[in-house]
């Protein structure tokens, strides 16, 4: 068996290439040669290690010096001559009509979808290097590839052609916009989906949530879309991202419709956490009712609904403060709601997502990137942790936000 290798394998992952049984084409040379001379200091090292490797194995190196100028196998019509992986597919078809056993080196995992729908088999060398859960794949592709993936995941999909976690999202992007270098806010996705254990599920854009003091959300993009989805259908929603994303918007705009259709109860917790820099540890200053108004949720009712209709959800205890400290000996059968859980334990966390019932939901927002807490970092970080647990379990859903929907005010205060 003969393996053709992609750019990126031997760019990422050169210590996992098995250079003896590996055919690399001059369309993938001439890609290194380029990103040599890239502007980018990382990307021009590894494309320099890779070709220092390449030189030093030639002699258990197969190169394949057709070019693919013109398509044999592959539709012209359907199928982009000048795009890069579509020339490694055609390889692979001529090494195949050849008579060869081949397949296929590569960690794009748009490119071994396809590479294995033409029945060749595919060694992804990034397969057992462990990543954090990030509850959304994101894949990126051509026109054709999205014309593609659109018609193979079309209802009903019972294959996991993605290999996804129930309850993980597959976004694809298009293709021009994972290269950009700030894709937060400039990712353009062509569609969504989630796997639920039996098929894919497509994502709506028409989603809304809506009560009668509050208006009307629909999803901005499809990041938002998934969180709306996740939020709708888990007990666990897990909303993380950089300020102004919209996670405590949508949280709060689910929580108001909850409440006047179903008269769900909400439970506000609270940590009293200094952010950084801050000179002050404590309580905020204020009874309960005073405390919610200074919260992020209180902050979002008062602009939303008004200060009087927000008091009274409070005075009628459809919102309650729960300070974590209190928790203990406690059980919620409604909505719990924290917001910067970036600043919680484990044990934090885990003495909350004991208190749930059966009917219960808990929803966790938070910025990875603004631990304001030591104790609250790495091994110990509460969302993290839960990540690993509930992956895959049914019952959890994790959206990382991103595009600032804010103002161009608060997106400009990122580069400060």
């Known amino acids: 068996m003969k393996y053709v290798v992609d750019t990126s394998s031997l760019m990422h ?17 001439r890609e290194l040669d380029k990103h040599k001379n890239s502007s980018d200091p990382e990307r021009a090292f590894l494309a320099q290690v890779a070709i220092k490797a390449i030189r030093e194995h030639h002699k258990e190196i197969e190169f394949d010096f057709n070019q693919y100028p013109r398509f044999v196998y592959l539709s012209e019509k359907e199928y982009d001559i000048d795009y890069h992986d579509n020339r490694l597919l055609e390889s692979l078809f001529h090494h195949r009509k050849a008579g060869r056993n081949v397949g296929l080196i590569t960690s794009d995992f748009g490119l071994e979808v396809q590479a294995r729908a033409f029945g060749f088999p595919v060694l992804n060398p990034s397969e057992n290097e462990k990543e954090p859960y990030q509850g959304t794949i994101t894949i990126p592709a051509d026109d054709h590839r999205i014309s593609y993936f659109f018609k193979m995941l079309s209802n009903p999909v019972h294959e996991n052609v993605f290999d996804c976690l129930v309850g993980e999202y597959i976004l694809i992007m298009k293709e021009p916009d ?6 937060d806010d400039e990712e353009e996705v062509a569609g969504a989906w989630k796997w639920t254990g039996t098929h894919y599920k497509r994502i709506s854009m028409n989603q809304v949530f809506s009560s009668s003091n509050f208006p009307e959300v629909k999803p901005k993009n499809f990041r938002q879309a998934a969180a709306m989805d996740s939020l709708k259908s888990n007990p666990l929603t897990i909303l993380t991202g950089k300020a102004g994303t919209g996670k405590t918007y949508l949280a709060t705009a689910y929580i108001l419709q909850q409440i006047e259709h179903f008269d769900r109860p909400v439970y506000l917790i609270t940590n009293n956490v200094p952010m950084r820099g801050s000179r002050t540890f404590g309580l905020k200053k204020g009874k309960i009712l005073e405390k919610i108004l200074q919260s992020n949720l209180g902050n979002i009712l008062k602009s939303k609904i008004g200060l009087k209709h927000t008091e009274s959800l409070i005075t009628n205890q459809k919102i309650q403060l729960v300070p974590l400290e209190d928790i203990r000996g406690t059980s919620f059968n409604g909505i719990v709601y924290i917001t910067e859980a ?12 004991e ?7 808990i929803i966790f927002d938070g910025d990875q990137r603004q631990i304001d807490l030591s104790y609250a970092q790495g091994s110990n970080n509460g969302i993290q942790r839960m990540l690993d ?8 859903g994790h959206v990382e936000l991103r595009g600032n929907q804010r103002s161009v005010l608060s997106k400009l205060a990122e580069k400060m």
Request: hydrophobic share 40%.
């Open 13 to 29: 992952h050169l210590s996992k290439i098995p250079f003896a049984e590996s055919i690399v084409p001059t369309l993938v040379l």
């Open 355 to 361: 208190r749930m019932e059966e009917e219960g939901q």
């Open 178 to 183: 994972i290269r950009r270098t700030n894709s």
């Open 389 to 396: 647990i509930y992956k895959g379990s049914g019952y959890m």
């Open 342 to 353: 970036q600043n919680y334990t484990i044990d934090m966390v885990k003495v909350l997502l």
